[in-house]
């Protein structure tokens, strides 16, 4: 079984800076693409970045030049830098991998992270 556990959500004043951290556990041969959606009360869950097992990372337009994601390999693990947030960041942001098992490829979530963008 694949495992994604999120950390770094919490409560940050606008215009401030929080760091998402996703790790993947289990057993698997690779991690394709890995991503961080959002969701916020009320609304469909949206894509945020997602990054390439080469780095090449794609952003939605409402983040662009303010969030930066990244990941490591080595430690099957994606991070998303968080700057100038603003309060309509606020939502539970949702890390995303494709696996490659034994049997194929699959999609994995993790449980999500909050969070609140807030003076």
């Known amino acids: 079984q694949v495992q994604l556990v999120e950390s770094g959500g919490g409560l940050v004043q606008p215009g401030g800076s929080l760091r998402l951290s996703c790790a993947a556990s289990?057993?698997?041969?690779?991690?394709?693409?890995m991503g961080w959606y959002r969701q916020a009360p009320g609304k469909q869950r949206d894509l945020v970045a997602t990054i390439a097992s080469d780095g090449n990372p794609t952003y939605a337009d409402s983040v662009k030049g303010r969030f930066a994601i990244s990941r490591d390999n080595a430690k099957n693990t994606v991070y998303l830098q968080m700057n100038s947030l603003k309060p309509e960041d606020t939502a539970v942001y949702y890390c995303n991998a494709y696996v490659r098992l034994w049997a194929g490829w699959k999609e994995y979530w993790g449980q999500g992270t909050q969070v609140t963008v807030s003076s």
């Open positions: 289990g057993s698997f041969f690779s991690i394709n693409a």
